[in-house]
């Protein structure tokens, strides 16, 4: 009787390993190197379209961040894919906030995968994995 029940243990623990998805691996996210312009009191990233693209995020949503977080005003060229900050910003501190951005709105906090996407429902966004199903609430943006 014992050894029965080994055995439907062992059964129903490869059952349930089946069933539970692998872990995703991280991946490793390489943010394109910044493309800065000063020009006068402004700061241009010429490879804004390219670094919201290889964040998976459009660049609506990046630019409302990069411009709350610097506490600036400026606007994002859609023909050109630049965006022109209201100030001058040098590059350390734009990278820091792409990784805080990447960290907080693009990375999966469960599994580290960065196959997600951002979902506003009514006030909130939440940020889902593709890849293990979780769900986060996010700050606003």
């Known amino acids: 009787m014992e050894e029965s029940r080994i ?10 390993y089946m069933k539970v998805p692998p872990k995703a691996e991280s991946e490793d996210l390489t943010i394109p190197e910044l493309e800065l312009i000063r020009v006068g009191d402004q ?7 390219e670094i919201a693209e290889k964040l998976k995020r459009e660049p609506g949503i990046l630019t409302r961040y990069l411009l709350r977080e610097l506490n600036t005003g400026g606007s994002y060229d859609e023909g050109s894919g630049q965006l022109r900050v209201n100030m001058k910003v040098s590059r350390k501190p734009i990278e820091q906030l792409l990784r805080k ?3 907080t709105y693009v990375r999966c906090p469960t599994c580290n995968s960065i196959d997600t996407r951002l979902v506003k429902r009514e006030r909130t966004w939440i940020l889902i994995c593709e890849a293990c199903g979780a769900e986060q609430t996010v700050k606003p943006i």
């Not at 055995?7 to 349930?16: H, I, Q």
């Open 7 to 16: 055995k439907d243990y062992m059964w129903l623990l490869e059952r349930a």
């Open 43 to 49: 700061t241009i990233i010429r490879n804004f379209r």
């Open 101 to 103: 951005f990447e960290k």
